[in-house]
């Protein structure tokens, strides 16, 4: 049987906060109870579908703008804006 992975440490509008290994940036978004974007009417956007089709779950990660989080695992050190 394996050991369980080390909890992952990112990140999130400067907040620290720590996901099981292997989740992806939106689910990260949504444990630290975010949202990922703002519409152009400035209405709040939330993963819709969950596989990099509907682009709803756009934020800035490490500097990369647009990035689909629910595609991204996280990665320790992560750092992620939503609202960008
Ligand atoms: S949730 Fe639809 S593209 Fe990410």
Known sequence: ?????????LRIDDREISVVAGSSVAAAI???GGTARDSCGGQR????CG?????????????RAQQRTCLLPVAEGMEV???G
């Open 1 to 9: 049987m394996n050991a369980p992975s080390p909890p992952i440490r």
């Open 51 to 63: 596989m990099g089709v509907c682009f709803e779950c756009r934020a800035t990660v490490d500097g």
């Open 45 to 48: 956007r939330a993963p819709v």
């Open 30 to 32: 949504a444990h630290a």
């Open 81 to 83: 804006r939503t609202h």
